[in-house]
Each structure stands twice: as structure tokens, then as C-alpha cells.
């Protein structure tokens, strides 16, 4: 049974940094492709960052670009996302998915492009 497992969630302070990480299990994950999205109180879910498992390639969207970071573990186990300066516009539940393939853009951008998620972490900033 595919699990994918977020946490590292909570509430921050504007400025502050944080981790998220997304533990993998129930497949071999390696040559799989992870996403990250978030979705704020009422609004659509938005694409994050996506990185390659194995080759390290990543994606990121546009208004995240400089502060986030994605990393996966060589296990293939674990894939994390650094959060820096924080801001109360990054208030959301954070949400992982993976998929079997890298992608154009586009598609690393879309929700319907990802086979598996996670149930999300709750990530909410102060100002």
C-alpha cells in the first residue's frame, strides 16, 4: 500500500524558516518524480516544487522561487521542502504527490498529473 506522509507543519512567525518533509513507503519511489502543492482556505491548489528522485532535477513555481528548497534523501525514502523568510501568504495545508515521470512544466504543474498524495500538513504564519 503506497503512503505518502507529510509533516513538519505548524504555526510560525513572518520570517521564520521551516521543514516539511514527505516520507515515501509502500513502493520503490527512486526513479519516481515528487510534488509539493499547497492549498490556502478557499482557494485552488497551487504547485509548490517538484524534484526527480533520482538525477535531482527540480521545478518550482513562480511565487516560490528563492525561498523554497526541495531535497530527497539517497534512500529514496524521504523527500523534504525548505521554507525560508516566511510570509502569512504561505498559510496552507502542504500536500506531497508523486508521479512515475518527470514532466514539462505544464504538466509538473498539474494536480491530475500526480498518482499518489499524502493527506497534507497544516503550515500557518504570523505576522
Known amino acids: 500500500q503506497v503512503q505518502l506522509i507529510e509533516s513538519g507543519g505548524g504555526l510560525v512567525q513572518a520570517g521564520d524558516s521551516l521543514r516539511l518533509s514527505c516520507a515515501a513507503s509502500?513502493?520503490?519511489?527512486?526513479?519516481?518524480?515528487m510534488g509539493w502543492f499547497r492549498q490556502a482556505l478557499g482557494k485552488e491548489r497551487e504547485f509548490v516544487a517538484a524534484i526527480q528522485w533520482s538525477g535531482g532535477r527540480t521545478s518550482y513555481g513562480d511565487s516560490v522561487k528563492g525561498r523554497f528548497t526541495t531535497s530527497a534523501d539517497n534512500a529514496g525514502n524521504t523527500v523534504y521542502l525548505q521554507i525560508n523568510s516566511l510570509k502569512p501568504e504561505d498559510t496552507a495545508v502542504y500536500y506531497c504527490a508523486a508521479r512515475s515521470l518527470w514532466g514539462s512544466p505544464s504538466v509538473l504543474r498539474s494536480n491530475y498529473a500526480y498518482d499518489y498524495w499524502g493527506q497534507g500538513t497544516q503550515v500557518t504564519v504570523s505576522s
Open positions: 509502500g513502493r520503490s519511489f527512486s526513479r519516481y518524480t
